[in-house]
């Protein structure tokens, strides 16, 4: 390589002409100007490109040659490794779908396993029942033939009276003193209690039953919806894990596979640590929730598919037979589903002046005429009260808001781990009341208090 401080009067013998022409100067194009990328003459090169970087044609060939076999030795090295990513990644697919199949596979046979106990339980149930109903059966058509025999015995100690009404008077009294102390005898034997109430095994197998398919629903809830966290927990955590360990070839090309892959981790993370703001946040993470007629207090009707509850004039209500979970003395109502997910969002359109909005124990209190079994006045219930004003309680402390209310909406956002309970105003925006912090240890069932004249309706979010 030269560089040209001054015109040279003649062309360098030693190059080489390359065959193509100047069409200024007539001469052969055999120097290249590193300074201006071109391909000159040396004519061009003493006069028009002094004191720039020339070279000949044929030594920029050579040098801009060996780089372009560097960058394809590195492009083909490049190459390789992604040809083997992909026949991998095809390999992957190919256990994966396998995987899946196994898995529903082995899953199934679990759970249908788990059906199978239950059926042969249910059979053995239903051969108690029988027994249960032979049982009954004979023993109440003994004490029929029984109390059948004994009044056939009154009916003719009945004629046996009418005959000797109508005998002389020595004969009455000559047989009356033996008929008269049969007669005491048939009256305090005859109609004795023989059986106690034939229907009790009955009412006690259904209540036990009721009770362990509650026990097995509520179980099967929560286990489920604690297997999918848990799964999803462990997929960020060995999605990590494999990040850290792979190899150096590895680490210097990542597939399109791995991008997306991290981009969805970073999704998920942003999503969890990010509060929603617009009710379209909080649409996603809408609950399903139905109203349990076994909770309602006898003033409260339950309507719309278990979604509406009103409060009627308790004079005009028929006594109902009490539920064992029923409030007796509060006029209160829980939902059938407990809330224990990460988060929860719900919302109730009011009717009325005054409501109470709460999240609750199961184990509250449902028969005390005292605050045990009231809304936000124990350890086991949250409450936000709508009235004049608003206000929200626990374990019987309260703090009135200066917030009064402008919606019928109001929507419910549980965060149960963390242990946040938020009331909010619902309208085209979001209007923030109040926060509730706790440490909640049991699953959690919406409930609602009525005053006079009030209804609340569960919004269908989904």
Known sequence: MQTYKRPRSSLDPSEEPSGAMCGRHNSTLNRYCCTDERIICGVCALTEHAGHTVGSVKDERRSNQAEL???????????????????????????????????????????VSVIDSLQRHYLKVREMIDAQEEAAVAE??????????????????NSELDHLEQS??????????????LCKKDHF?????????PLLP???????????GRQLKELCDIEFASITQTVDRRELQESDVEESDEDSIQQRSETNTSKCSGLLENNMVTDLDVEPKTRADFLKYACSLSLDPNTAHDDLVIS??????????????????????????RRQVLCREHLQAERCYYEVEIEGDKVEIALVYKQINRKSVTSRSAFGANDKSWSLDRSINYSVSHKGKSVQLKTEPTQKRIGVYLKFKEGTLSFYEVSETMKYLYKMDAKFTE?????????DGCCITICDLQ
């Open 69 to 111: 076999k560097n960058i394809q030795g590195k492009m083909w090295q490049i190459i390789q490794e992604q040809e083997k990513k992909c026949k991998d990644m095809g390999k992957v697919l190919e256990v994966l779908e396998n995987e899946a199949n196994v898995t529903k596979d082995y899953c199934e046979c679990v759970l």
């Open 140 to 157: 109440v058509r003994t004490s029929l033939q029984t109390l059948q025999g004994r009044m056939e015995e009154m009916k003719t100690r």
């Open 168 to 181: 002389d008077d020595v004969s009455f009294l000559q047989k009356w003193p033996s008929l008269k102390r």
């Open 189 to 197: 034997d005859s109609f004795e209690n023989v059986t106690e109430d």
């Open 202 to 212: 009955f009412k006690t197998t259904k209540r036990v039953i009721e009770e362990l």
């Open 304 to 329: 719309t598919g278990d979604k509406k509850v009103k409060r009627t004039n308790q004079q005009n209500r028929v006594p109902a037979i009490r539920h064992p979970e029923q409030f007796l003395h």
């Open 443 to 451: 699953p959690l069932y919406p409930g609602f208090w009525l005053g």
